[in-house]
């Protein structure tokens, strides 16, 4: 279970550093070396990495509320 949690870190700083990307390109599109492959692939990648993350977390978060309802249940 901590691996899922280390996968959920890095897909959430994977979307940081891809969103990131993406303002880059749009600052250098208003600087004037446009970059449209790079807004794109930023806005994209990162897009994918967060919902990733949150599928995964959510699937952690159910696994733990099953669990915790199990040892509700014993005396």
């Known amino acids: 279970m901590q691996a899922m949690r280390l996968v959920v870190l890095l897909l959430s700083l994977g979307t940081l550093v891809l ?3 993406a303002i880059a390109g749009l600052w250098g599109h208003m600087t004037g070396h446009p970059g449209p ?8 990648g990162g897009t994918v990495s967060a919902v990733l993350a949150l599928l995964l977390w959510r ?17």
Do not use: F
């Not at 492959?37 to 994209?44: E, F, K, P, V």
């Open 19 to 21: 969103y990131g990307r």
């Open 37 to 44: 492959g790079m807004i794109a692939y930023g806005l994209i």
């Open 59 to 75: 699937k952690r978060i159910k696994e733990l509320d099953w669990v915790s309802e199990e040892e509700d249940r014993q005396p």
